[in-house]
């Protein structure tokens, strides 16, 4: 039977399955494992305006969050893992066998490109005597064909083998991936694991109800959400809803003024959506900043149906075709997106830069609100390691009324 949510109960389902509605539910690097466990994933990007996605991501839903937290949970509890999942990812070591086809396809990739194998012993051999290598460690200078572009041997072969799962990250230092061997630090039980998923539809099956569950709320549509899944097109994704659904892992849900659309959310994720639809359910109303790649942020059509924000990355277009800006970040109070900024460090000063602003339209500009909105920005600068706000760019030249509610947060104010 389908249940009938308004479209504030479809926002609230959403935010409460990732930990932001209200005060935030997790902390600690138990909260980063309770969260990572509950969406599958959070994927990592490599740009570093403010931090890097993966952290962004975390710090609006972990109390407290400080990147060296992560990098523990990485490097060296290795409880979580780097990998393949919605693109580059961060997701639960235990998920490592789930992967095992992933991993299957890239051996097989590396078979097909035998000047690249040819090196793999010896370069088991350096790590087995040295430990950690990176690229820039190795003596491969020739250049290769590549997925992106034209790359040295060194980076091929390190590369190739952390995707069939001989080598997993080491360490990072900035972007430069140091890599060691999988078998020095994850466990047998994970690395010689029976294929969880042994036909083609149950993984499928795995792989949709893992990116249902990654958002809260989803629709059997093409999208972002999908991405990472290679060999997933409608007719596979269509047929893995009919299976999960009759299996019961699914709950199908209409939205009101959606009619024509059926929603679909995890079977295990009921009193979540139990709670939401409750009469009295309130929550204490909190702003936070979103990340570029957040998980809630996947399907963006979706997104726009039901909150009715419309959101690009613009961080790849070329800047004439740039409606907002390079490095632009969503921010909401409660359940809805009352803005948008685009920001930026001086680590010399300790200043987190704001250089441009833009307000929703029809947001209420309450004092209320700006209150939410300074503590909001007030966790940020902590998250940053910055000790007040400078504007910059169109924000620097002239007066800004509707801005004035930030002067208390403001260097030399």
Known sequence: MKRLLTKQQARHLILAHQGLLGHRKFEGKEGIMAYIKKVGCVQFDPLNVVGYNQELVLQS????????????????????????????????????????????SARNRLLSMPHVNAIV????????????????????????????????LSRAVLESMYFTGDLIIHHKERTRKVYHLASRFLPDTYLQATEPNPTADDYWQWYVLRRIGAIGLLWNKASDAWLGIDGLKSKERTSAFQGLLAKGKLLVLQVEGLDKQEFYMRAEDEPVLDEVMREDCKF???????????????????????????????????????QFGYYVLPIMCGDQFVGRFEPGLDKKMNELIIKNWWWEPDIPRTEELFQLLRNCLEEFMRFTGTVAIRLEGPLAGGERPELEWLAPLLAHS
């Open 121 to 152: 012993p010896q370069v088991v051999e350096r790590m087995r005597a040295q430990g950690p290598l990176s690229s820039s460690d190795l003596e491969y200078n020739e250049v290769v064909a590549w997925s992106w572009a034209p790359t040295r």
């Open 284 to 322: 204490p109303l909190r702003a936070f900043i979103l990340a570029p790649l957040d998980n809630m942020m996947w399907d963006r059509r979706l997104i726009k149906e039901l909150f009715g924000f419309e959101y690009r990355w613009e961080v790849y277009k070329p800047v004439v075709e740039r």
């Open 61 to 104: 839903r972990i109390q407290g969050f400080r990147s060296g937290l992560l990098e523990e949970l990485l490097y060296e509890d290795r409880e979580l893992v780097d990998g393949w999942d919605k693109n580059m990812s961060i997701y639960p070591t235990e998920d490592w066998p789930f992967f095992a086809r992933i991993r299957e």
